[in-house]
């Protein structure tokens, strides 16, 4: 049998969630040995493939570059998981949304609190513009899973991973699997 | 005293007239889930965790605010009402901002609590991101209203126990806020006596002690309880 594609993106969140799958430490070797990371932040690899088994996507959609690539996660991959509250309930980066759009965020940035040179960035086809809401993944493709945790803690990661790879149902229970912040 | 005979998941229970369905519950050893309920102020029914089904009814109703009947058939663990209980809290979160990662209360918030029990791993509502503010301007205490779940807890243990009614709700709809004094800053509030009631009795991380970081919320109910008891029951040793 073939091993399963797992595919792993980074959108708007602080990479923390993928620095807690790092710690899995020698369980890694394990998975590695039931998987193929065809897809990752973590490896070298440009344009996400098709026919994806697994995929998990830590961040929430902030700007354009995060909204097309899980598009083509979703379009590409079976099993889609929101992995963290970033890309669970937006999380820390919707902090912004208050503010109402893009331009005040920017503006606040940029020129209020910018010292020299003050000026908004603009470079098109290199820094995506930004959404003017912060969104979880969910409320713009449908997720078949949700990891919450700020981030999940390691242990938490590898039984959703060992219940995934199972195929089991992946709904989660008490405070010790389910539990924000 | 007129006793009341009534059956709550299907036990039998004799209690008082007059007394709610969850402290009728609570005397046969059934918990019913709760936000806005807090031992030893009135109740409102503001937050509809307690939601029963009660036979003959199409209605659901919050076991905090509805009193016994004879003969009642009640039920309190409906896979409908753990819909609803579900749904309930999963409005909670998205109508204001709760960011537990860098939330106060984090690891110590019935909300957050509550959320664990009903088994809520996303809300399927969309996010409102309210733009709500904070005031910091009491010298011991602060409140985050972008935390603040409407339970009044503050505003009833302010009033009942501490009798200084600081708190009011102000607006309604989406626009609904807490407010001390006649919308004044709290630190200007003559009235408020820095007893710290409100602090003990607000359930998620909106009325917080400064100086407390992310996470270090803790806190102390038995002083609700001590002052609930003394007061009831004219025993003034802790
Ligand atoms: S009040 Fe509770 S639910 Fe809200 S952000 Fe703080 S810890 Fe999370
Ligand atoms: S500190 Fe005491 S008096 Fe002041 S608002 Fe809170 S409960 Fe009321
Ligand atoms: S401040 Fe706390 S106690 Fe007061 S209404 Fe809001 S959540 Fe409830
Ligand atoms: S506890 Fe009954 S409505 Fe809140």
Known sequence: ???????TIWLGGC???HMSFLDLDEWLFDLAAQVDLVFSPIADIKTYPEGVDICLVEGSIANEDNLELVRQARARTKVLISFGDCAVTANVPAMRNPLGSAKPVLERC?????DVQTQIPHEPGIVPPLLDRVRPVHELVPVDAYLPGCPPPADRIRTFLEMALRGEPLHLKGREMLKFG | MSVRTLRINGIDVAVE??????????????????????????????????????????????ACV???????????ETPKLQEYRRMTVELLFSEGNHVCAVCVANGNCELQDMAIAVGMDHTRFPYRFPDRDLDVSHPQFGIDHNRCIFCTR???????IEGAHVWDVAQRGAAVRMITGLNQPWGEVEACTSCGKCVEACPTGAIFRQGSTVAEMQRDRSTLEFLVTAREKKEWTR
Request: aromatic content about 2%; glycine content about 10%; proline content about 3%.
């Open chain 1, 1 to 7: 049998m073939d091993k399963i594609k797992l595919a």
């Open chain 1, 15 to 17: 990479s923390g969630c």
């Open chain 1, 110 to 114: 940029y020129l209020e609190l910018g």
């Open chain 2, 17 to 62: 007239s007059g007394t709610s369905i969850l402290a009728a519950a609570k005397q046969a050893g059934i918990t019913i889930p709760t936000l806005c309920h807090l031992d030893g102020v009135s109740d409102v029914g503001a937050c509809r965790l307690c939601l029963v089904e009660i036979q003959g009814s199409n209605k659901l109703l919050p």
């Open chain 2, 66 to 76: 509805t009193e016994v009947a004879e003969g009642m058939d009640i039920q309190t």
């Open chain 2, 154 to 160: 503050c505003m009833r243990v302010c009033d009942e």
